[in-house]
């Protein structure tokens, strides 16, 4: 039987650990945290195939005795997991949408263009940064509600996306600003606007960045609680799946089993999203550092 050969650039890695004590301890230590950062996330896992009983009875061990499957169908049929997650899917999508374009706007002219106030309206910006959720939802529920859009899909997607969301768009004014000026300027020679500038050259080259905003988005509004709660107070038809996980908390009890399979099947497009938008996540990464 013909032995399988060791690419040569795998070797050489694995000579150099040898090598090395110090390298190879480095390698133990990230391994080692590695495992610890993943724990919790295999621990959930577990615990949503096994029964309550078991959940407190097996201490650490991630095996279970026999894979309980109807955790997973007790949450997304009995709870209502199907309605939150088709919620959770419609007002992510549409927070996503409006922070990406909104951002990439106002981005685009703090990045392009010099006018009176701009380092004041940055400085404005850069202070609600630190403002708390809970300081601003009062004024939201208010508004949305004179708007007449209180429980509605169309409310939670505005409060949700017409907020600060400063650290979206200062990446895109911070990577307007590094583009060249002769792209616009040969932009304007074929006759073309600032809005056919905009999402025909400049749109398409922030690729990086606008995925970086789309995954930082998506966890934002995938996995927030308040504002979502507040504005389905009176609908529960329309909780999201954040919040849908008060449905496994008893006033006596909590349904330990169910909330893990809940979490898990929350925790899967979250996983999608991120492993399909990675490369260019670590691109806008790697070419920030670049700068």
């Not at 026999?66 to 088709?86: C, H, K, M, Q, S």
């Not at 010099?114 to 300081?135: D, H, N, Q, S």
């Not at 616009?184 to 020679?189: M, T």
């Not at 749109?203 to 509004?221: D, E, N, R, W």
Request: proline letters at 5%; charged letters at 15%; aromatic letters at 12%.
């Amino acid at each position: 039987m013909r032995r399988r050969r060791v690419p040569a650039a795998t070797r050489s890695r694995w000579s150099m650990l040898v090598a090395r004590p110090g390298n190879l301890m480095i390698f133990v230590g990230l391994l080692l945290l590695a495992l610890m950062w993943i724990y919790p996330f295999v621990w959930l896992l577990s615990a949503s195939l096994k029964t309550q009983p078991e959940i407190f009875g097996s201490g650490l061990g991630l095996i279970p005795d026999e894979p309980i499957w109807e955790n997973y169908v007790r949450a997304w049929t009995v709870v209502g997991f199907d309605r939150y997650f088709l919620n959770t899917v419609l007002i992510t999508g549409g927070t996503v949408l409006l922070i990406v374009v909104r951002s990439a706007l106002a981005g685009y002219v703090l990045g392009r263009h010099r006018f009176i106030g701009k380092k004041l309206l940055i400085g404005i910006f850069v202070v609600t940064f630190f403002l708390p959720e809970g300081y601003t939802i009062i004024p939201v529920v208010q508004l949305t509600d004179q708007l007449g859009l209180l429980n509605t899909y169309v409310g939670v997607i505005l409060g949700l996306g017409a907020g600060g969301h400063v650290s979206a768009t200062l990446l895109y004014a911070g990577y307007f600003s590094g583009l060249p000026k002769e792209l616009e300027e040969c932009a304007r020679l074929d006759g073309a606007g600032p809005f056919r500038i905009f999402f025909r050259i400049m749109l398409p080259l922030s690729g990086p960045i606008t995925a970086t905003v789309v995954i930082l988005t998506f966890l934002f509004a995938w996995n927030t609680y308040l504002l979502p709660l507040v504005f389905t107070l009176s609908e529960p038809g329309m909780r999201t799946l954040a919040v849908g996980m008060t449905a496994f908390v008893g006033e006596y009890s909590t349904d330990w089993s169910g909330l893990a399979a809940a979490a898990m099947i929350a925790l899967v497009p979250v996983m999608a999203v991120f492993i399909a938008l990675q490369r260019k996540f670590v691109d806008s990464i790697a070419g920030a550092v670049k700068q």
